[in-house]
């Protein structure tokens, strides 16, 4: 059997296939394609000129250097919401920012192309969240500490309803609870904020 054989070519692809799929899943992929695609319409049509025969139609602008500088700043916040997705808010409102300037400045933002692409683009930008992994307990919406006492009750554990709502004083792997509220003010620990000075 040959070393180059298509089943091996296709066990590869698959692979290369899903590694993209995981890495696009977590970042706003589609938001920074959307805003990197709207960049390149309203840079290039300033500086494009149709040829019909011996007419020579120019459709740029005076702003034709401003152009230029929207369309980079809007390929390079694409680029940046693939590889730096903290700044997914930012590269979002600038994107949005700089679309509805393209209007006045580049041939009406792409003729509307590009000004649609980066708007979209943005929006996607500044919806986009992260997933929220799933909790040992199956229901991704409820934490750790708030799905325990369910499943303790589930087992047929009978307890009282301050011990359920009391958290355990240790966790599965012996370690002491520590709170999660670093505000000082939980009801768990007392400090409900009405003794605090301040």
Do not use: C
């Amino acid at each position: 059997m040959n070393a180059e054989s298509p089943a091996q070519d296709e066990h590869y692809l698959r692979v290369f296939k899903r590694k993209f799929r995981d890495w696009r899943g977590a970042r706003p992929f589609w938001a920074g394609l959307l805003v990197l695609l709207g960049g390149v319409p309203i840079m290039y049509f300033p500086y494009y000129s149709l040829q019909i025969g011996h007419l020579t139609m120019a459709m740029s602008t005076t702003a034709g250097a401003g152009s230029l500088i929207i369309g980079v700043l809007l390929v390079v916040l694409g680029i940046s919401l693939w590889f730096q997705k903290h700044v997914r808010t930012f590269a979002g409102t600038a994107a949005i920012l700089l679309a509805l300037v393209s209007l006045p400045v580049s041939n009406f933002g792409g003729f509307l192309i590009g000004f649609l692409l980066a708007m979209v683009g943005g929006a996607l930008a500044i919806a986009w969240a992260p997933g929220v992994p799933e909790s040992k307990y199956g229901d991704p919406a409820k934490p750790e500490s708030a799905a325990a006492p369910v499943a303790a009750e589930a087992d047929g554990a009978d307890a009282d309803a301050d011990a359920v709502a009391e958290p355990s004083a240790s966790n599965e792997l012996n370690e002491p609870y520590e709170p999660n509220d670093l505000s000082g003010t939980s009801p768990v620990n007392g400090a409900n904020g009405r003794h605090s000075a301040g």
